[in-house]
Nanobody
Framework: QVQLVESGGGLVQAGGSLRLSCAAS????????MGWYRQAPGKQRELVAV???????NYSDSMKGRFTISRDNAKNTVALQMNSLKPEDTAVYYC???????????????WGQGTQVTVSS
């Protein structure tokens, strides 16, 4: 199996910063893309940012310039630095990894348990 463990959520005032981290472990041959998604109460889960194994990064428009995604391929970790946080950034943030578990297997999606980020006004 593959496990994704997130850390770094919490409560912060508007304008503040938080850094989320996620570590993947288990039966991993390679990891394709890694990313962060979020889900606010009553809303659908949405993409925050994604980074490929080749370091190509894509951000949701509302996060560009405020959030930075980074990755350590050797450690199978991904991080999200969030600056200039706004109350509308309040959500549960989920780590995602697209994992190949062996040389001959397909790619499957794995998710972390989620970490709460709350931004007060």
């Amino acid at each position: 199996q593959v496990q994704l463990v997130e850390s770094g959520g919490g409560l912060v005032q508007a304008g503040g910063s938080l850094r989320l981290s996620c570590a993947a472990s288990g039966s991993i041959f390679s990891i394709n893309a890694m990313g962060w998604y979020r889900q606010a109460p009553g809303k659908q889960r949405e993409l925050v940012a994604v980074i490929s194994s080749g370091d190509n990064r894509n951000y949701s428009d509302s996060m560009k310039g405020r959030f930075t995604i980074s990755r350590d391929n050797a450690k199978n970790t991904v991080a999200l630095q969030m600056n200039s946080l706004k109350p509308e950034d309040t959500a549960v943030y989920y780590c995602n990894a697209r994992v190949r578990r062996s040389m001959h297997s397909g790619i499957s999606d794995y998710w972390g348990q989620g970490t709460q980020v709350t931004v007060s006004s």
